[in-house]
């Protein structure tokens, strides 16, 4: 390993190490490798969605290719992406879709991001004219295990979020009364879009439950984590959801 290579390597080290932050953002990690391989940089998902984004102006394959994180790529181009299944460098871009005009003067490479024999996204790299070398190919492969865990880290925390969602509902409805679940489930099915206001005293009326019952049934799942509420006296309660779960458990 030359020093150039082990000098570029440490610097993704420290990007790693850097304790001011307590993960690595996808586009963090493509600025730094755009700066070292002085190329544009993005990180893919298996669904086409941009996740990382560094972009050099001159470098990179636009306006044919999304510009921004949270775009999209096309699906037959998300697809061609998936089916690299080792890394290739020097692409030709006119083989993975792209215009002869967009594509011509760029060197891409395209690197599988595994984990756990798992393909959960891809790096993709371009440049002009300069091919890309052995040192360039072992620095993004190094760069793709650095993506993987910070996706695999990612779906783990989208998954404890999903399960602490599921396990507040849970509690909630062992706790609430046959008669008090009856009345979130008013409550909900009149809130549209996350949150909205009712008349509780209009709602006891509408649907036969005293008020007492309907404003204890918020309260307990208010205090679980579901719901806020905030009273403004005879014009309402406005009630925003927390957790969505709550409209697939009470209404449907």
């Known amino acids: 390993m030359s020093v150039e290579l082990l000098d570029k390597t440490r610097k993704i080290n420290r990007l790693l190490r850097d304790n001011r932050v307590s993960k690595v953002a996808f586009t963090d990690l493509c600025q730094l490798l755009g700066e070292l391989l002085e190329s544009s940089v993005y990180v893919i998902s298996n669904k086409g969605k941009i996740l990382g984004i560094h972009q050099k102006s001159d470098d990179s394959p636009q306006p044919y290719f999304p510009s921004s994180e949270g775009q999209w790529?096309?699906?037959a181009m998300s697809k061609r992406f998936l089916e690299v299944l080792s890394t290739k460098e020097n692409v030709n871009l006119e083989f993975m879709g792209f215009p002869r005009k967009t594509a011509e003067?760029?060197?891409a490479m395209i690197a599988?991001?595994?984990?756990?024999?798992k393909r959960l996204g891809t790096l993709f790299l371009a440049r002009k004219e300069r091919c890309y070398g052995i040192e360039d190919i072992i620095l993004t492969e190094y760069s793709t295990t650095v993506v993987g865990?910070?996706?695999t880290r990612a779906v783990s925390e989208e998954d404890d979020?999903?399960?602490r969602k599921q396990q507040e509902i849970e509690s909630i409805l062992h706790i609430l009364s046959p008669l008090e679940k009856s009345a979130v489930k008013q409550v909900v099915c009149r809130i549209e879009k996350g949150e909205g206001t009712i008349i509780?005293?209009?709602l006891a009326k509408e649907v036969g439950i005293t008020r007492t019952v309907i404003v204890n049934a918020l309260k307990k799942v208010e205090s679980a984590g579901l719901i806020q509420t905030k009273s403004y006296g005879v014009k309402g309660t406005h009630i925003k959801i927390i957790n969505d779960r709550i409209y697939t458990d009470f209404v449907t």
């Open 105 to 107: 003067g760029i060197q």
């Open 112 to 117: 599988p991001v595994y984990i756990a024999g």
């Open 149 to 151: 865990l910070e996706m």
């Open 73 to 75: 790529l096309d699906a």
């Open 200 to 202: 509780t005293s209009r």
């Open 161 to 163: 979020f999903a399960s």
